[in-house]
Every structure is written in structure tokens, then in C-alpha cells.
Nanobody
Framework: QVQLVESGGGLVQAGDSLRLACAVS????????MGWFRQAPGKEREFVAA????????YYEDSVRDRFTISRDNAKNTVYLQMNSLKPEDTAVYYC??????????????????WGQGTQVTVSS
């Protein structure tokens, strides 16, 4: 079993930055992909970014590609999402997720077996 715990959310103003962290416990294999998703009120959960655990291949949703950076620290078993130039439309609950097979790198949420509880990010204008 894999457990994921997100942290780092909060209330910021437009243009500010936040760094989310996802602490991973349990056994992670090199095949895993780690992803960040978000869900705004009244909207479906959407893909934000993903990284392969083994070779750090990166994938981003188009609207965040130039502003957000996903990374991982294998020694700390932690995945990060650095969010810069935040916009009000980035307001959402952000979820960390783990995909044991690595098939979810392109953003299919159905490939992710493990999910964190989410952390709220609110960006005021």
C-alpha cells in the first residue's frame, strides 16, 4: 500500500508562488508515475502534471506548462509542485496521486490507484 499526504496549500494573491509537497510512504517502484491533479468547485478533476519515478520524464497540462514545475526527491520520498505566477483560475483542491504502472503520465486519472486527501489552494485577484 502507498499513502500520500499533501501539504503546502494556502491563500495567496494573484502573481504569488506556492510549493506543494506530497509525502509518499510505502514501497515505490521505478515503474511508478506520480501526478498532481486539481478540482475546482463545480468542475471535474483535471490533470496538472506528472513525473516518472525512475527517469523524471515530465508532463504538464497546457495552461500550467510555463508556470508550474513538478519534481521529486527520491531520498525524501517526496514529490513537489512549484507553482509560480498563480492566477485566480488556479484555485482548486490539489491532489497528489500514484500510478504503479506508469501509464498515467499523460494525465489519465483512471490509471492512478492511490490518492492523497488534497490541499486547498486559493488565489485571490
Amino acid at each position: 500500500q502507498v499513502q500520500l499526504v499533501e501539504s503546502g496549500g494556502g491563500l495567496v494573491q494573484a502573481g504569488d508562488s506556492l510549493r506543494l509537497a506530497c509525502a509518499v510512504s510505502g514501497r515505490i517502484f521505478s515503474s511508478y508515475a506520480m501526478g498532481w491533479f486539481r478540482q475546482a468547485p463545480g468542475k471535474e478533476r483535471e490533470f496538472v502534471a506528472a513525473i516518472s519515478w525512475s527517469d523524471s520524464r515530465l508532463y504538464y497540462e497546457d495552461s500550467v506548462r510555463d508556470r508550474f514545475t513538478i519534481s521529486r526527491d527520491n531520498a525524501k520520498n517526496t514529490v513537489y509542485l512549484q507553482m509560480n505566477s498563480l492566477k485566480p483560475e488556479d484555485t482548486a483542491v490539489y491532489y497528489c496521486a500514484a500510478d504503479p504502472r506508469g501509464w498515467g503520465l499523460l494525465g489519465s486519472s483512471s490509471e492512478y490507484d492511490y490518492w492523497g486527501q488534497g490541499t486547498q489552494v486559493t488565489v485571490s485577484s
